[in-house]
């Protein structure tokens, strides 16, 4: 069964750096997300993509972030200057089958835990 | 602002027994509607999505209520195994998802 895969599992990063988290998405998708989860909190949206563009960003998806989809199967979440308050779970999400017209059923990956230092 | 709301619980049940959850979700413009099930410090993982005819999968039975802007995920005969917390969803397409904080199941032996 395809399933969405992410790397690093763990990251551990100092305040102030950059990181880049990776993501390799269900081949045939079209919709690529990134949700983060602070431990103990809900599961957020930060952003989607599609068509090689941002389609929607929460107002957490600030100048310090950016995604990209380099090639035809990676995409990334870069976090240019990271802050304490990042560290979180980031999971990338993918979605593609639009069943009954109006729904888009969203398949998760394994996700990142950033830890920042 | 688009909010979802559940009960965190948690709840916990005798195995075997039938256990129901409710949510609400505040924007009515929402068109789809999904339960995830997530283990703890893992991914969500889709359980089922809520239809507006109702669905069911298995042990499994979830219903849409338009008019009342909610949704409930109804367990039959449960197992240890559906110990985790159940996030009710709403959203989709370009606007992502809007998650709940989750409601904690323990099902006990």
Redesign the interface.
């Known amino acids: 069964e395809p399933e969405v895969t992410q790397t690093p599992s763990h990251q551990v990063t100092q305040m102030g750096q950059e990181v880049i988290l990776r993501c390799v998405p269900i081949s045939n998708h079209l919709?690529f997300?990134w949700?983060r989860q602070i431990l103990g909190?809900?599961?957020?949206?930060?952003?989607?993509f599609?068509n090689n563009e941002i389609?929607?960003k929460?107002e957490i998806f600030d100048d310090q972030f950016s995604v990209e989809r380099p090639d035809g199967s990676n995409f990334t979440l870069k976090i240019r200057s990271t802050k304490l308050e990042d560290s979180a779970?980031y999971?990338c999400?993918s979605?593609g089958v639009l069943?009954?017209g109006?729904?888009?059923?969203?398949?998760?990956?394994?996700?990142t835990r950033l830890t920042v230092t | 602002r688009k909010e979802v709301e559940q009960d965190p619980g948690p709840f916990n049940v005798p195995e075997g027994a039938t256990v129901a959850f409710n949510c609400t979700y505040s924007n009515s413009a929402s068109?789809?509607?999904?339960w995830y099930r997530q283990d703890c410090?893992?991914?969500?993982?889709?359980l089922m999505?809520v239809?507006s005819s109702g669905n069911e999968d298995g042990r499994f039975t979830a219903q849409l209520n338009r008019a009342s802007q909610y949704i409930s995920l109804l367990i039959r005969d449960s197992k240890l195994s559906d110990s985790a917390t159940y996030?009710c969803v709403s959203?989709?397409?370009?606007?992502?998802?809007?998650?709940?904080?989750?409601t904690h199941l323990i099902i006990q032996p």
Do not use: H, N
Request: hydrophobic share 30%; glycine share 14%.
């Open positions: 919709y997300y949700y909190q809900k599961v957020e949206f930060l952003v989607s599609y389609s929607e929460s779970m999971f999400a979605s069943l009954r109006t729904s888009y059923e969203q398949y998760f990956g394994p996700g | 068109q789809s509607f999904f410090r893992k991914e969500p993982k889709l999505s239809y996030l959203g989709g397409g370009a606007d992502g998802l809007t998650f709940g904080k989750g």
